[in-house]
């Protein structure tokens, strides 16, 4: 069991307490943004105890103090979500060092695997990830004979086709291999009274999204060969078989024999009582940046831009910075990005609230400009769609590229997402789009 589930004995003071009530503050500042009853928030609620063990000096560590300051402090300049996250939860872990624990580096790396922002990374860089991994499973079946054909992120073997999607590629299966990690490395440095260094902390995780890869690429040829299609019982053990057999057990493995090479735990020691001025800050702090965050608007730049008139398109404020253009045979989004720091308003994200799965993903180009396509699906509803990042000069499907312009001062980024009800009329009004520069007053300053 955890040093901190097994001498969780009531040290709780009137310090503690003003970050337990800073805590549900952030729960109410971050409602929407964290979701309690997500796989990656259960699983990383689990595994942070895993991570604590008593204090081996009597002096009470600055790191998580001065880590949340710094993120009050940038959350401050750019209130997003994202920076408050890491400000309340690092000053979580500052209020349970106050108690007589420490909070190892496996303590942070959870924080990090369970924030919405990790999913959203990956998924973000999943598409290059998702071409390899079916260009593995090709592989594969052709070293085995057997008749099957890739192309993109799709899969035929002449009995169904299969789309490599992220929920394919396992994301989630991703956050949940990352934290079961730490939670054996956690339970063995608790059981051998060790600590792994930060190296191999770092080689661990490593191993273990290793580990996620070689599973995923063994689920999609075990799906695709016998035809497991999504939504049935035998697909979704196919996938918990996988994580067992192919993530489980070799990292419980690994993660006993690093630990049993690392040093041993310093004796514990009752710690100093500690000054009660930087909890009271950290609680201001977070008192004050959860109001920020909470009621600053910071779409207001871009409020008036429905109000602009497009040939042949109806325009509307759909939400808070997104402008909704509606023509006879198209939909289209302009998703305006906040900054360089901003989250992935790509289709895969977004229509899905809708109840649209993702899938078919191409990358395609139209002259010196690139863009992604896909199709959509609801039951029997199928819409075809394509998006871009950029203003009135780029048009791309990097990431870097258009956070790098931001970083420069480009201003007004943002998503483009066209949506039609047949492939040909959604590529003919994307090289209608690009071709006639129909929405670059989007882009410019209002006058």
Not at 66 to 82: D, G, H, I, R
Not at 161 to 188: E, H, K, Q, T, Y
Not at 363 to 391: E, I, V
Not at 402 to 417: C, E, H, K
Request: charged share 15%.
């Amino acid at each position: 069991m955890p040093d901190l589930v097994l001498a969780w004995k009531s040290r709780l003071d009137g310090r503690f307490l003003l970050l337990a009530g800073a805590a549900a503050l952030g729960a109410f500042c971050l409602h929407g943004y964290i979701q309690p009853l997500s796989l990656s928030t259960v699983l990383g609620v689990i595994a942070l105890p895993f991570t604590v063990h008593r204090a081996t000096s009597d002096r009470l560590p600055k790191r998580y103090a001065v880590s949340a300051a710094l993120f009050l402090l940038l959350s401050v300049l750019a209130p997003v979500k994202t920076l408050l996250y890491f400000a309340f939860g690092f000053s979580f872990l500052y209020g349970i060092e106050m108690q007589g624990y420490r909070v190892r580096l496996l303590g942070v790396a959870a924080l990090v695997v369970m924030s919405p922002v990790f999913y959203y990374a990956a998924n973000t860089v999943s598409f290059p990830v998702r071409l390899q991994l079916t260009a593995w499973v090709g592989h594969l079946f052709r070293a085995v004979s057997a008749p099957v054909e890739t192309a993109g992120n799709m899969i035929s073997s002449g009995r169904a086709d299969f789309s490599v999607d992220p929920a394919c590629m396992g994301l989630n299966m991703l956050v949940a291999s990352l934290l079961l990690g730490i939670m054996l490395a956690g339970f063995f440095e608790s059981r051998e009274k060790r600590l792994l260094r930060p190296a191999m902390v770092a080689l661990l995780l490593a191993f273990v999204a290793f580990l996620n890869v070689l599973s995923n690429v063994v689920r999609i040829f075990l799906v695709v060969q016998f035809v497991l299609l999504p939504g049935a019982v035998m697909h979704e053990l196919a996938g918990v078989g996988c994580l067992l057999l192919y993530v489980a057990l070799p990292a419980a493995w690994f993660a006993r024999r690093m630990v049993r090479r690392a040093p041993a735990s310093p004796v514990p020691v009752h710690p100093r009582p500690t000054a009660t001025w930087p909890v009271a800050a950290l609680a201001c702090g977070l008192l004050l940046a959860g109001i920020r965050v909470s009621t600053v608007d910071t779409f207001n730049a871009f409020r008036d831009r429905a109000g602009l008139a497009v040939s042949g398109y109806q325009a509307s404020l759909f939400a808070p910075g997104i402008v909704k253009l509606q023509s006879p045979c198209c939909l289209v989004y302009i998703k305006y990005l906040r900054g360089f720091y901003d989250t992935d308003h790509n289709p895969g994200l977004c229509w899905k609230g809708s109840g649209y799965s993702l899938g078919n993903v191409r990358a395609g180009t139209f002259g010196a400009d690139s863009f992604f396509t896909a199709t959509m699906t609801k039951g029997t509803d199928t819409l075809y769609t394509a998006w871009w990042y950029g203003n009135d000069r780029i048009r791309t499907t990097d990431q870097w590229t258009w956070r790098r312009a931001m970083l420069r001062g480009d201003p007004y980024m943002a998503v483009v997402n066209v949506t039609a009800s047949s492939p040909e009329a959604r590529d003919a009004e994307v090289r209608n789009l690009i071709a006639r520069h129909s929405f670059d007053r989007f882009f410019k300053p209002m006058q």
